[in-house]
Structures are given as C-alpha cells and as structure tokens.
C-alpha cells in the first residue's frame, strides 16, 4: 500500500510539472537555475538570471519583460526584437538590473513593431529605472509601476549602443503613454550612446531625475516632444539630432525641475552640447524648439534649430531667475527659418518685456549643431532610418 501510494504521488507530481512547463510563462529558470529559457516567439516574463539573447531570432514581444535586481539582459549586435502586444509589450529594467545592448553602427539592436502595418504606437517601449537622486523623491515608473530614484548618482544600469526603437509609445489612455525610451532615476555609470527613436506616440527620450549622460540621439517623427527632462536630470549630453517636419509633433526639447514643485532640489541642471533640432514652423499648440520651464536650471551651447514659431521660450518667475545668475543659458545659437528668438512668460503666464532677458542666449551663425548644421550629421548616418 505504502509502495502503491507513493508512486501515485511521484506520478502525480510528474504530471503536475510536466503541466506547469506547458503553461507557464514564456521566461522560466532552466534545470540548472543558472540562466532563463525565452521563447523567441512568445517573450515576457520576468528575467531573474542573467541571459544573453540570440541574434539569429526574432523576439516576439508579447508583454511585458521585467529584468529583476541582480540580472542582466545582454542584446548582441543584429537583433530584433518585434513588439506585438500593444500596450503589454514593453522591457523595463528594474532597480539594480542592468540591459547591455551591444550594437554596431552596421549591425544596430532594433526594437520594433510586429504588425503588418506598422505605427506609432504599436508597443510599449524601453523603460530603465535606477537609484540615482530624483528631486520628487522618486516613487513607481508612470508605465511598467516600478520603483526608481534613490541616492546613488553614481548608479550603473548598463550599456546601450546603437539601438533603434521603432513604432513605440503606446498609450494607456489620453494622460498616459510611453517614451520611446524612458530613463527613471538612471545614474551616470550607466552608458547611453547611438539611439535613435523613430515614430514613437509620445516623446522620444524623457529623463526622469537621475544622473546619466547620453550622447549621440537622434529623436525622429514623434507626436509629443523630441526630447523631455524633469525631477531634476542632472545629466548631460552631445550630439543630439531632433527631426520633426512632418507637420506634427509639438516641442524639440521640454525642459522641466518638476512641474509639482518648481523649486525642489536637487534643481535639474543638464550640460547639453551639440545640438540640431528642426520642427515643422507654426504647427500644433506647442510649437517652441526650446521650452525651459517649471524652474529648471541647464546650460546648453552649440545649437541649430530650424523652423519652429518660437526659438526660445522661458516659463515661470524661478526660470526668469536662472536667467538673472546665468544658471540657465544658451550659448552659440543659430535660428534658421524661425521668426521669434525668445519669449518670457511669468508664473502667471503673462509676457514679460525685458532686455535683460535677452542674456539667456547668444548667437553664433557659425553653430554647427549635431555636426552638420541643419543636416544629418556623419555620425548618425548609416544605422538610421527616416532621416531624408
């Protein structure tokens, strides 16, 4: 009896895990629990062991896939990776992960829509959250619910190079969508180098707090905005090309401290250089290359912008004071095709006229933005697309 009972146990316990393998989820730990096994066809689920991808499949992402603390996702040169679960179908990596895009500049990482008739908007997008100082205090991603922000500006999430984000930024509803790429709180060990977002339904790339440098960008045929940064970024960049002039779109660059506390510290205080950003003139409600508001401080130089309603535009009395101690500052500008340089707006949105304000920027005709003045710089051709 003993026997008989004990190999129906055995038996049943077989079933049960044979049962379990077929239904579970698309990431689980081999035999050995030392990696995970990802259907190529079928990917989400968590990834709580380091794995390396394989650049011979394409990934089917079908929702979301969440690289845990303690994890690494490794992405070799040549892969794709298909979005086909709309909203679902995202890559977050979570506080102490890190993603580790290995590109080339003749074999880029590409994350892309898995529809037939690809749009904006088909998928979700790259979201990455880190430790690094947020002046909100930090709190749960807007997309994915994840824990960023912290105390460790100096915070390593990983190394991307040359990736291409396709077809993102779905929208969950009129308030909430995703970035093309999304960065929570990312500390500056983290590497972030030749990305290009192209067609995405919201921003292209948002820096949310944090401290994380990234260079070479280019943000392409984006509903929202081309580049946005709030919390505090306390980052930087060089060699950022933005492209909207498709008569959509709204600002090249948003440029917040943090809309519920214009004041709060750590001030959001990027060095920019490099840039070029060409919109599609007096289009839309927010037709500004640049927008410095809500108290962000920033100094950006070397910069063409061409064909947008309004150059610069300055929003709120503690923007207007970063004015005054040269915190916030523009240097070496050239405007193309654009009729107003500069507009001041206070706290009450009124605006303001004072020569002293015009100090925020100088000019320079000889600005050669991204490398090339109003055209697609050496350095961001040949991995990219949609630029002509």
């Known amino acids: ?230 919390e505090g970024w306390r980052g930087g960049g060089q060699n950022w090309f933005g492209l909207n002039n498709g008569g959509f779109g709204n600002r090249g660059m948003e440029c917040d401290n943090w809309s519920s506390d214009f004041a709060a510290s750590p001030r959001a205080n990027p060095t920019i250089s490099n840039v070029t950003l060409i919109g599609s003139g007096d289009q839309g409600a927010e037709p500004q290359a640049l927008m410095l508001r809500a108290g962000t401080k920033g100094s950006i130089d070397n910069i063409v912008i061409k064909n947008w309603k309004t150059g610069i535009e300055v929003r709120s009395d503690e923007s207007i004071a970063n004015i005054s101690d040269n915190s916030l500052k523009i240097t070496n500008i050239k405007f193309v095709d654009t009729p107003t340089n500069l507009v001041v707006k206070d706290s009450n949105d009124d605006v303001v006229t004072d020569e002293s304000h015009n100090a925020i920027y100088t000019e320079n005709e000889n600005a050669t933005g991204a490398g090339n003045g109003i055209n697609v710089p050496s350095w961001a051709q040949g991995w990219t697309i949609g630029l002509e």
């Open 1 to 230: 009896m003993k026997k008989s009972f004990l190999k129906r146990v055995v038996l049943g316990s077989t079933l049960f895990i044979a049962l379990f393998a077929i239904i579970g989820t698309s990431c689980k730990p081999d035999d050995n629990g030392d990696e995970n096994i990802i259907d190529h066809n079928d990917w989400k689920g968590d990834i709580s062991e380091s794995v390396s991808l394989d650049a011979s499949k394409v990934y089917k992402l079908s929702g979301l896939v969440k690289v845990k603390e303690g994890a690494t996702l490794t992405v070799p040169a040549g892969t794709r990776i298909e979005g086909v679960g709309g909203t679902s179908a995202a890559i977050i990596v979570e506080q102490g992960a890190k993603i580790n895009i290995n590109g080339t500049a003749s074999s880029p990482v590409i994350m892309t829509s898995g529809l037939n008739n690809p749009s904006r908007g088909d998928w979700g997008g790259l979201v990455i959250c880190g430790r690094a100082t947020c002046n909100s205090g930090g709190g749960m991603s807007e997309v994915g619910d994840v824990a960023y922000g912290g105390n460790n500006d100096s915070d390593n999430s990983g190394t991307i190079r040359y990736l291409r984000i396709e077809y993102s930024g779905a929208a969950f509803n009129s308030e909430k969508e995703y970035n093309g790429l999304s960065l929570f709180g990312v500390g500056n060990a983290t590497t972030i180098e030749y990305v290009q977002i192209y067609e995405n339904a919201d921003d292209g790339i948002e820096f949310y707090g944090g401290t994380v440098t990234a260079n070479h960008l280019v943000s392409s045929k984006i509903e929202d905005d081309l580049f946005d940064w709030t």
